[in-house]
């Protein structure tokens, strides 16, 4: 298998049109149908002795122009074997990355990068074209769709503030500032936290909004890379699997991928989860090692690595990176 293959866990827009349900998560390449499902609970619901708090000021506002374009951009850079097209539609032009494969039909998977369009190695350009101007009034709505809720997400309910509240590892940990510490520190235990313990942030009471965010950001990514490297080498070492190399990343829609060649990717902001949903992923990602796939067969490997793990993917596919608080 050639070394540039990779899989990816992503938030995918499926194509129902029978349908708006569609589930939060699933794995690309190949998009699958789900079941209707309820709207999900709060994965970080407050402690039932908290009372409500009100919503901080919004980091980004809504465009009021609902019917203009939707930003289609060219990634730089494009995916390993992807080519960019570009193609006249009646809503308006559409970008998308292409890519080639051995399925047997056209998917439309909505990305980081925008419409990603897999098509099998005998379809030709111009067919691939028609089936975007066929479905270009669904694609333009599901990236309208997506914009608008990665904005209306990034309106995040934490308050930057002393008294603000941060989901980390499951818990809820509150903002603190002003006090006489040098460095930012949590006052409970960092690996056990509890809810309502106070992460101290190394600036004066004063601080504004960005500097409180910023600081908040570090030191979660700090503990993102402690904590997913030690359950990386637990994990390394009981299946006996190697990996090449692995680090954090920030995109928007995927918890993690890996390549062929052993190169994994987490998503920082699964700090912000329970441990259990952690292991997952990383379980997830090192069973692509043996298995470039998503097959029965890849999720005996997962049960091997991380048995009795159904109940966690149930959860996270249930959430996208883009629901959790935007710095």
Request: net charge neutral.
């Amino acid at each position: 298998m050639p070394s540039t293959d990779q899989l990816e866990l992503l938030f995918d827009v499926q194509d129902s049109d029978a349908s708006a349900d569609a589930s939060p998560l699933s794995a690309s390449p190949a998009p699958r149908k789900a079941p209707a499902a309820t709207p999900p609970a709060p994965l970080f619901p407050p402690p039932a002795s908290s009372a409500p708090k009100p919503a901080g000021e919004p980091l980004l506002t809504l465009s009021p122009n609902a019917a203009a374009r939707v930003p289609t951009p060219c990634p730089d850079p494009l995916p390993p074997g992807a080519r960019w097209r570009e193609v006249d539609t009646d809503p308006q032009p559409i970008g998308f990355v292409l890519l080639r494969s051995r399925r047997r039909s056209i998917g439309f998977v909505i990305t980081d990068d925008g419409l990603r369009v897999t098509a099998p190695n005998w379809v030709t350009l111009a067919q691939i074209d028609d089936a975007v101007r066929e479905k270009s009034r669904w694609i333009v709505a599901k990236l309208r769709e997506w914009h608008t809720r990665k904005q209306q997400l990034a309106m995040a309910h934490t308050r930057w503030q002393a008294g603000g509240e941060l989901p980390y590892l499951g818990k809820r940990i509150v903002l603190g500032v002003g006090g006489d510490s040098r460095q930012t520190r949590l006052s409970g235990d960092a690996e056990a936290p509890a809810d309502g313990d106070t992460l101290w942030l190394a600036l004066p009471a004063d601080a504004d909004q960005g500097r409180i965010r910023d600081a908040a950001q570090a030191w979660l990514q700090q503990r993102a890379g402690a904590w997913f490297g030690a359950r990386l080498a637990h994990f390394l070492q009981i299946s006996g699997l190697k990996i090449r190399r692995w680090r954090l990343s920030s995109a928007a829609t995927r918890w993690g991928s890996c390549t062929s060649d052993g190169n994994i990717m987490l998503n920082w902001r699964l700090i912000h989860f329970a441990p259990a949903i952690i292991d997952y992923v990383i379980a997830h990602e090192l069973a692509h090692l043996r298995e470039m796939n998503h097959s029965q067969d890849f999720w005996r490997e997962v049960g091997q690595i991380l048995p009795d793990f159904e109940d966690a993917k149930n959860v996270l596919r249930r959430h996208d990176p883009a629901s959790l608080p935007q710095f």
